[in-house]
């Protein structure tokens, strides 16, 4: 008991703020918060399934973050139904761009909001989280080679709707690109 202790410990404060920057990336502050916490509330509970190897591990609290995530938009959704259902007002809309005045920031956000939920992670994977191929791959649940089409498919769709959206060249999304030359 002592040595998982020890371990969740270190574990914690090495990965929190890592953890919570992933949540807050993608849903309003308080919200990532309770994601943080409940991500290491079920790595508490699963010491035991946590890798064993450094470097695997971040990609394995991504992953419980990112189950946690779509568990709360479920229970979200279940709520709006809800309300409708009894014509009540829905509850706020989660987080809000804080890009400011940033025309390019708020351009590159409409376009990667317009993706898919899939294309969107992909790319905040490996742009924002700065996770490799393979480690992008294990967050979602497949082999890296078809994490690496995936985010190819995803690049070239970002491109379009950045281009449909306001009519600038492609290339912008290699702000989205994690340094490969390693």
């Known amino acids: 008991m002592e ?3 020890t371990r969740f410990t270190a574990l914690f404060q090495h990965h929190y703020p890592d953890v919570l920057r992933y949540a807050a990336r993608r849903i309003d502050p308080d ?5 943080a916490a409940e991500t290491f509330l079920i790595a508490w509970r699963r010491m035991d399934d946590v890798p064993g190897k450094a470097e ?3 990609p394995w609290l991504y992953s419980v973050a990112r189950n946690t995530l779509a568990n709360q938009q479920r229970a979200d959704r279940r709520r ?3 309300g409708a259902k009894l014509g009540r007002t829905a509850p706020k809309a989660a987080g ?3 890009a400011g005045t940033v025309v390019e920031s708020l351009a590159l956000h409409e376009a990667l ?5 899939e294309d969107q992670e992909a790319l905040r994977l490996v742009g924002w989280e700065e996770l490799d191929t393979a480690s992008a791959a294990t967050v979602v649940g497949c082999s890296p ?3 690496a089409v995936r985010l190819h498919r995803a690049r070239r769709r970002l491109d379009r709707a950045l281009a449909e959206r306001d009519g600038r060249v492609s290339g912008v999304h290699r702000q989205m690109a994690p ?3 390693k």
């Open 113 to 117: 909001t317009s993706l898919s939920p």
């Open 96 to 98: 809000s761009d804080h």
């Open 80 to 82: 709006l139904r809800l």
């Open 3 to 5: 040595d998982d202790q």
């Open 179 to 181: 340094e490969e030359a």
């Open 56 to 58: 695997e591990v971040l």
């Open 145 to 147: 080679s078809t994490f």
């Open 31 to 35: 919200q990532a918060r309770d994601v």
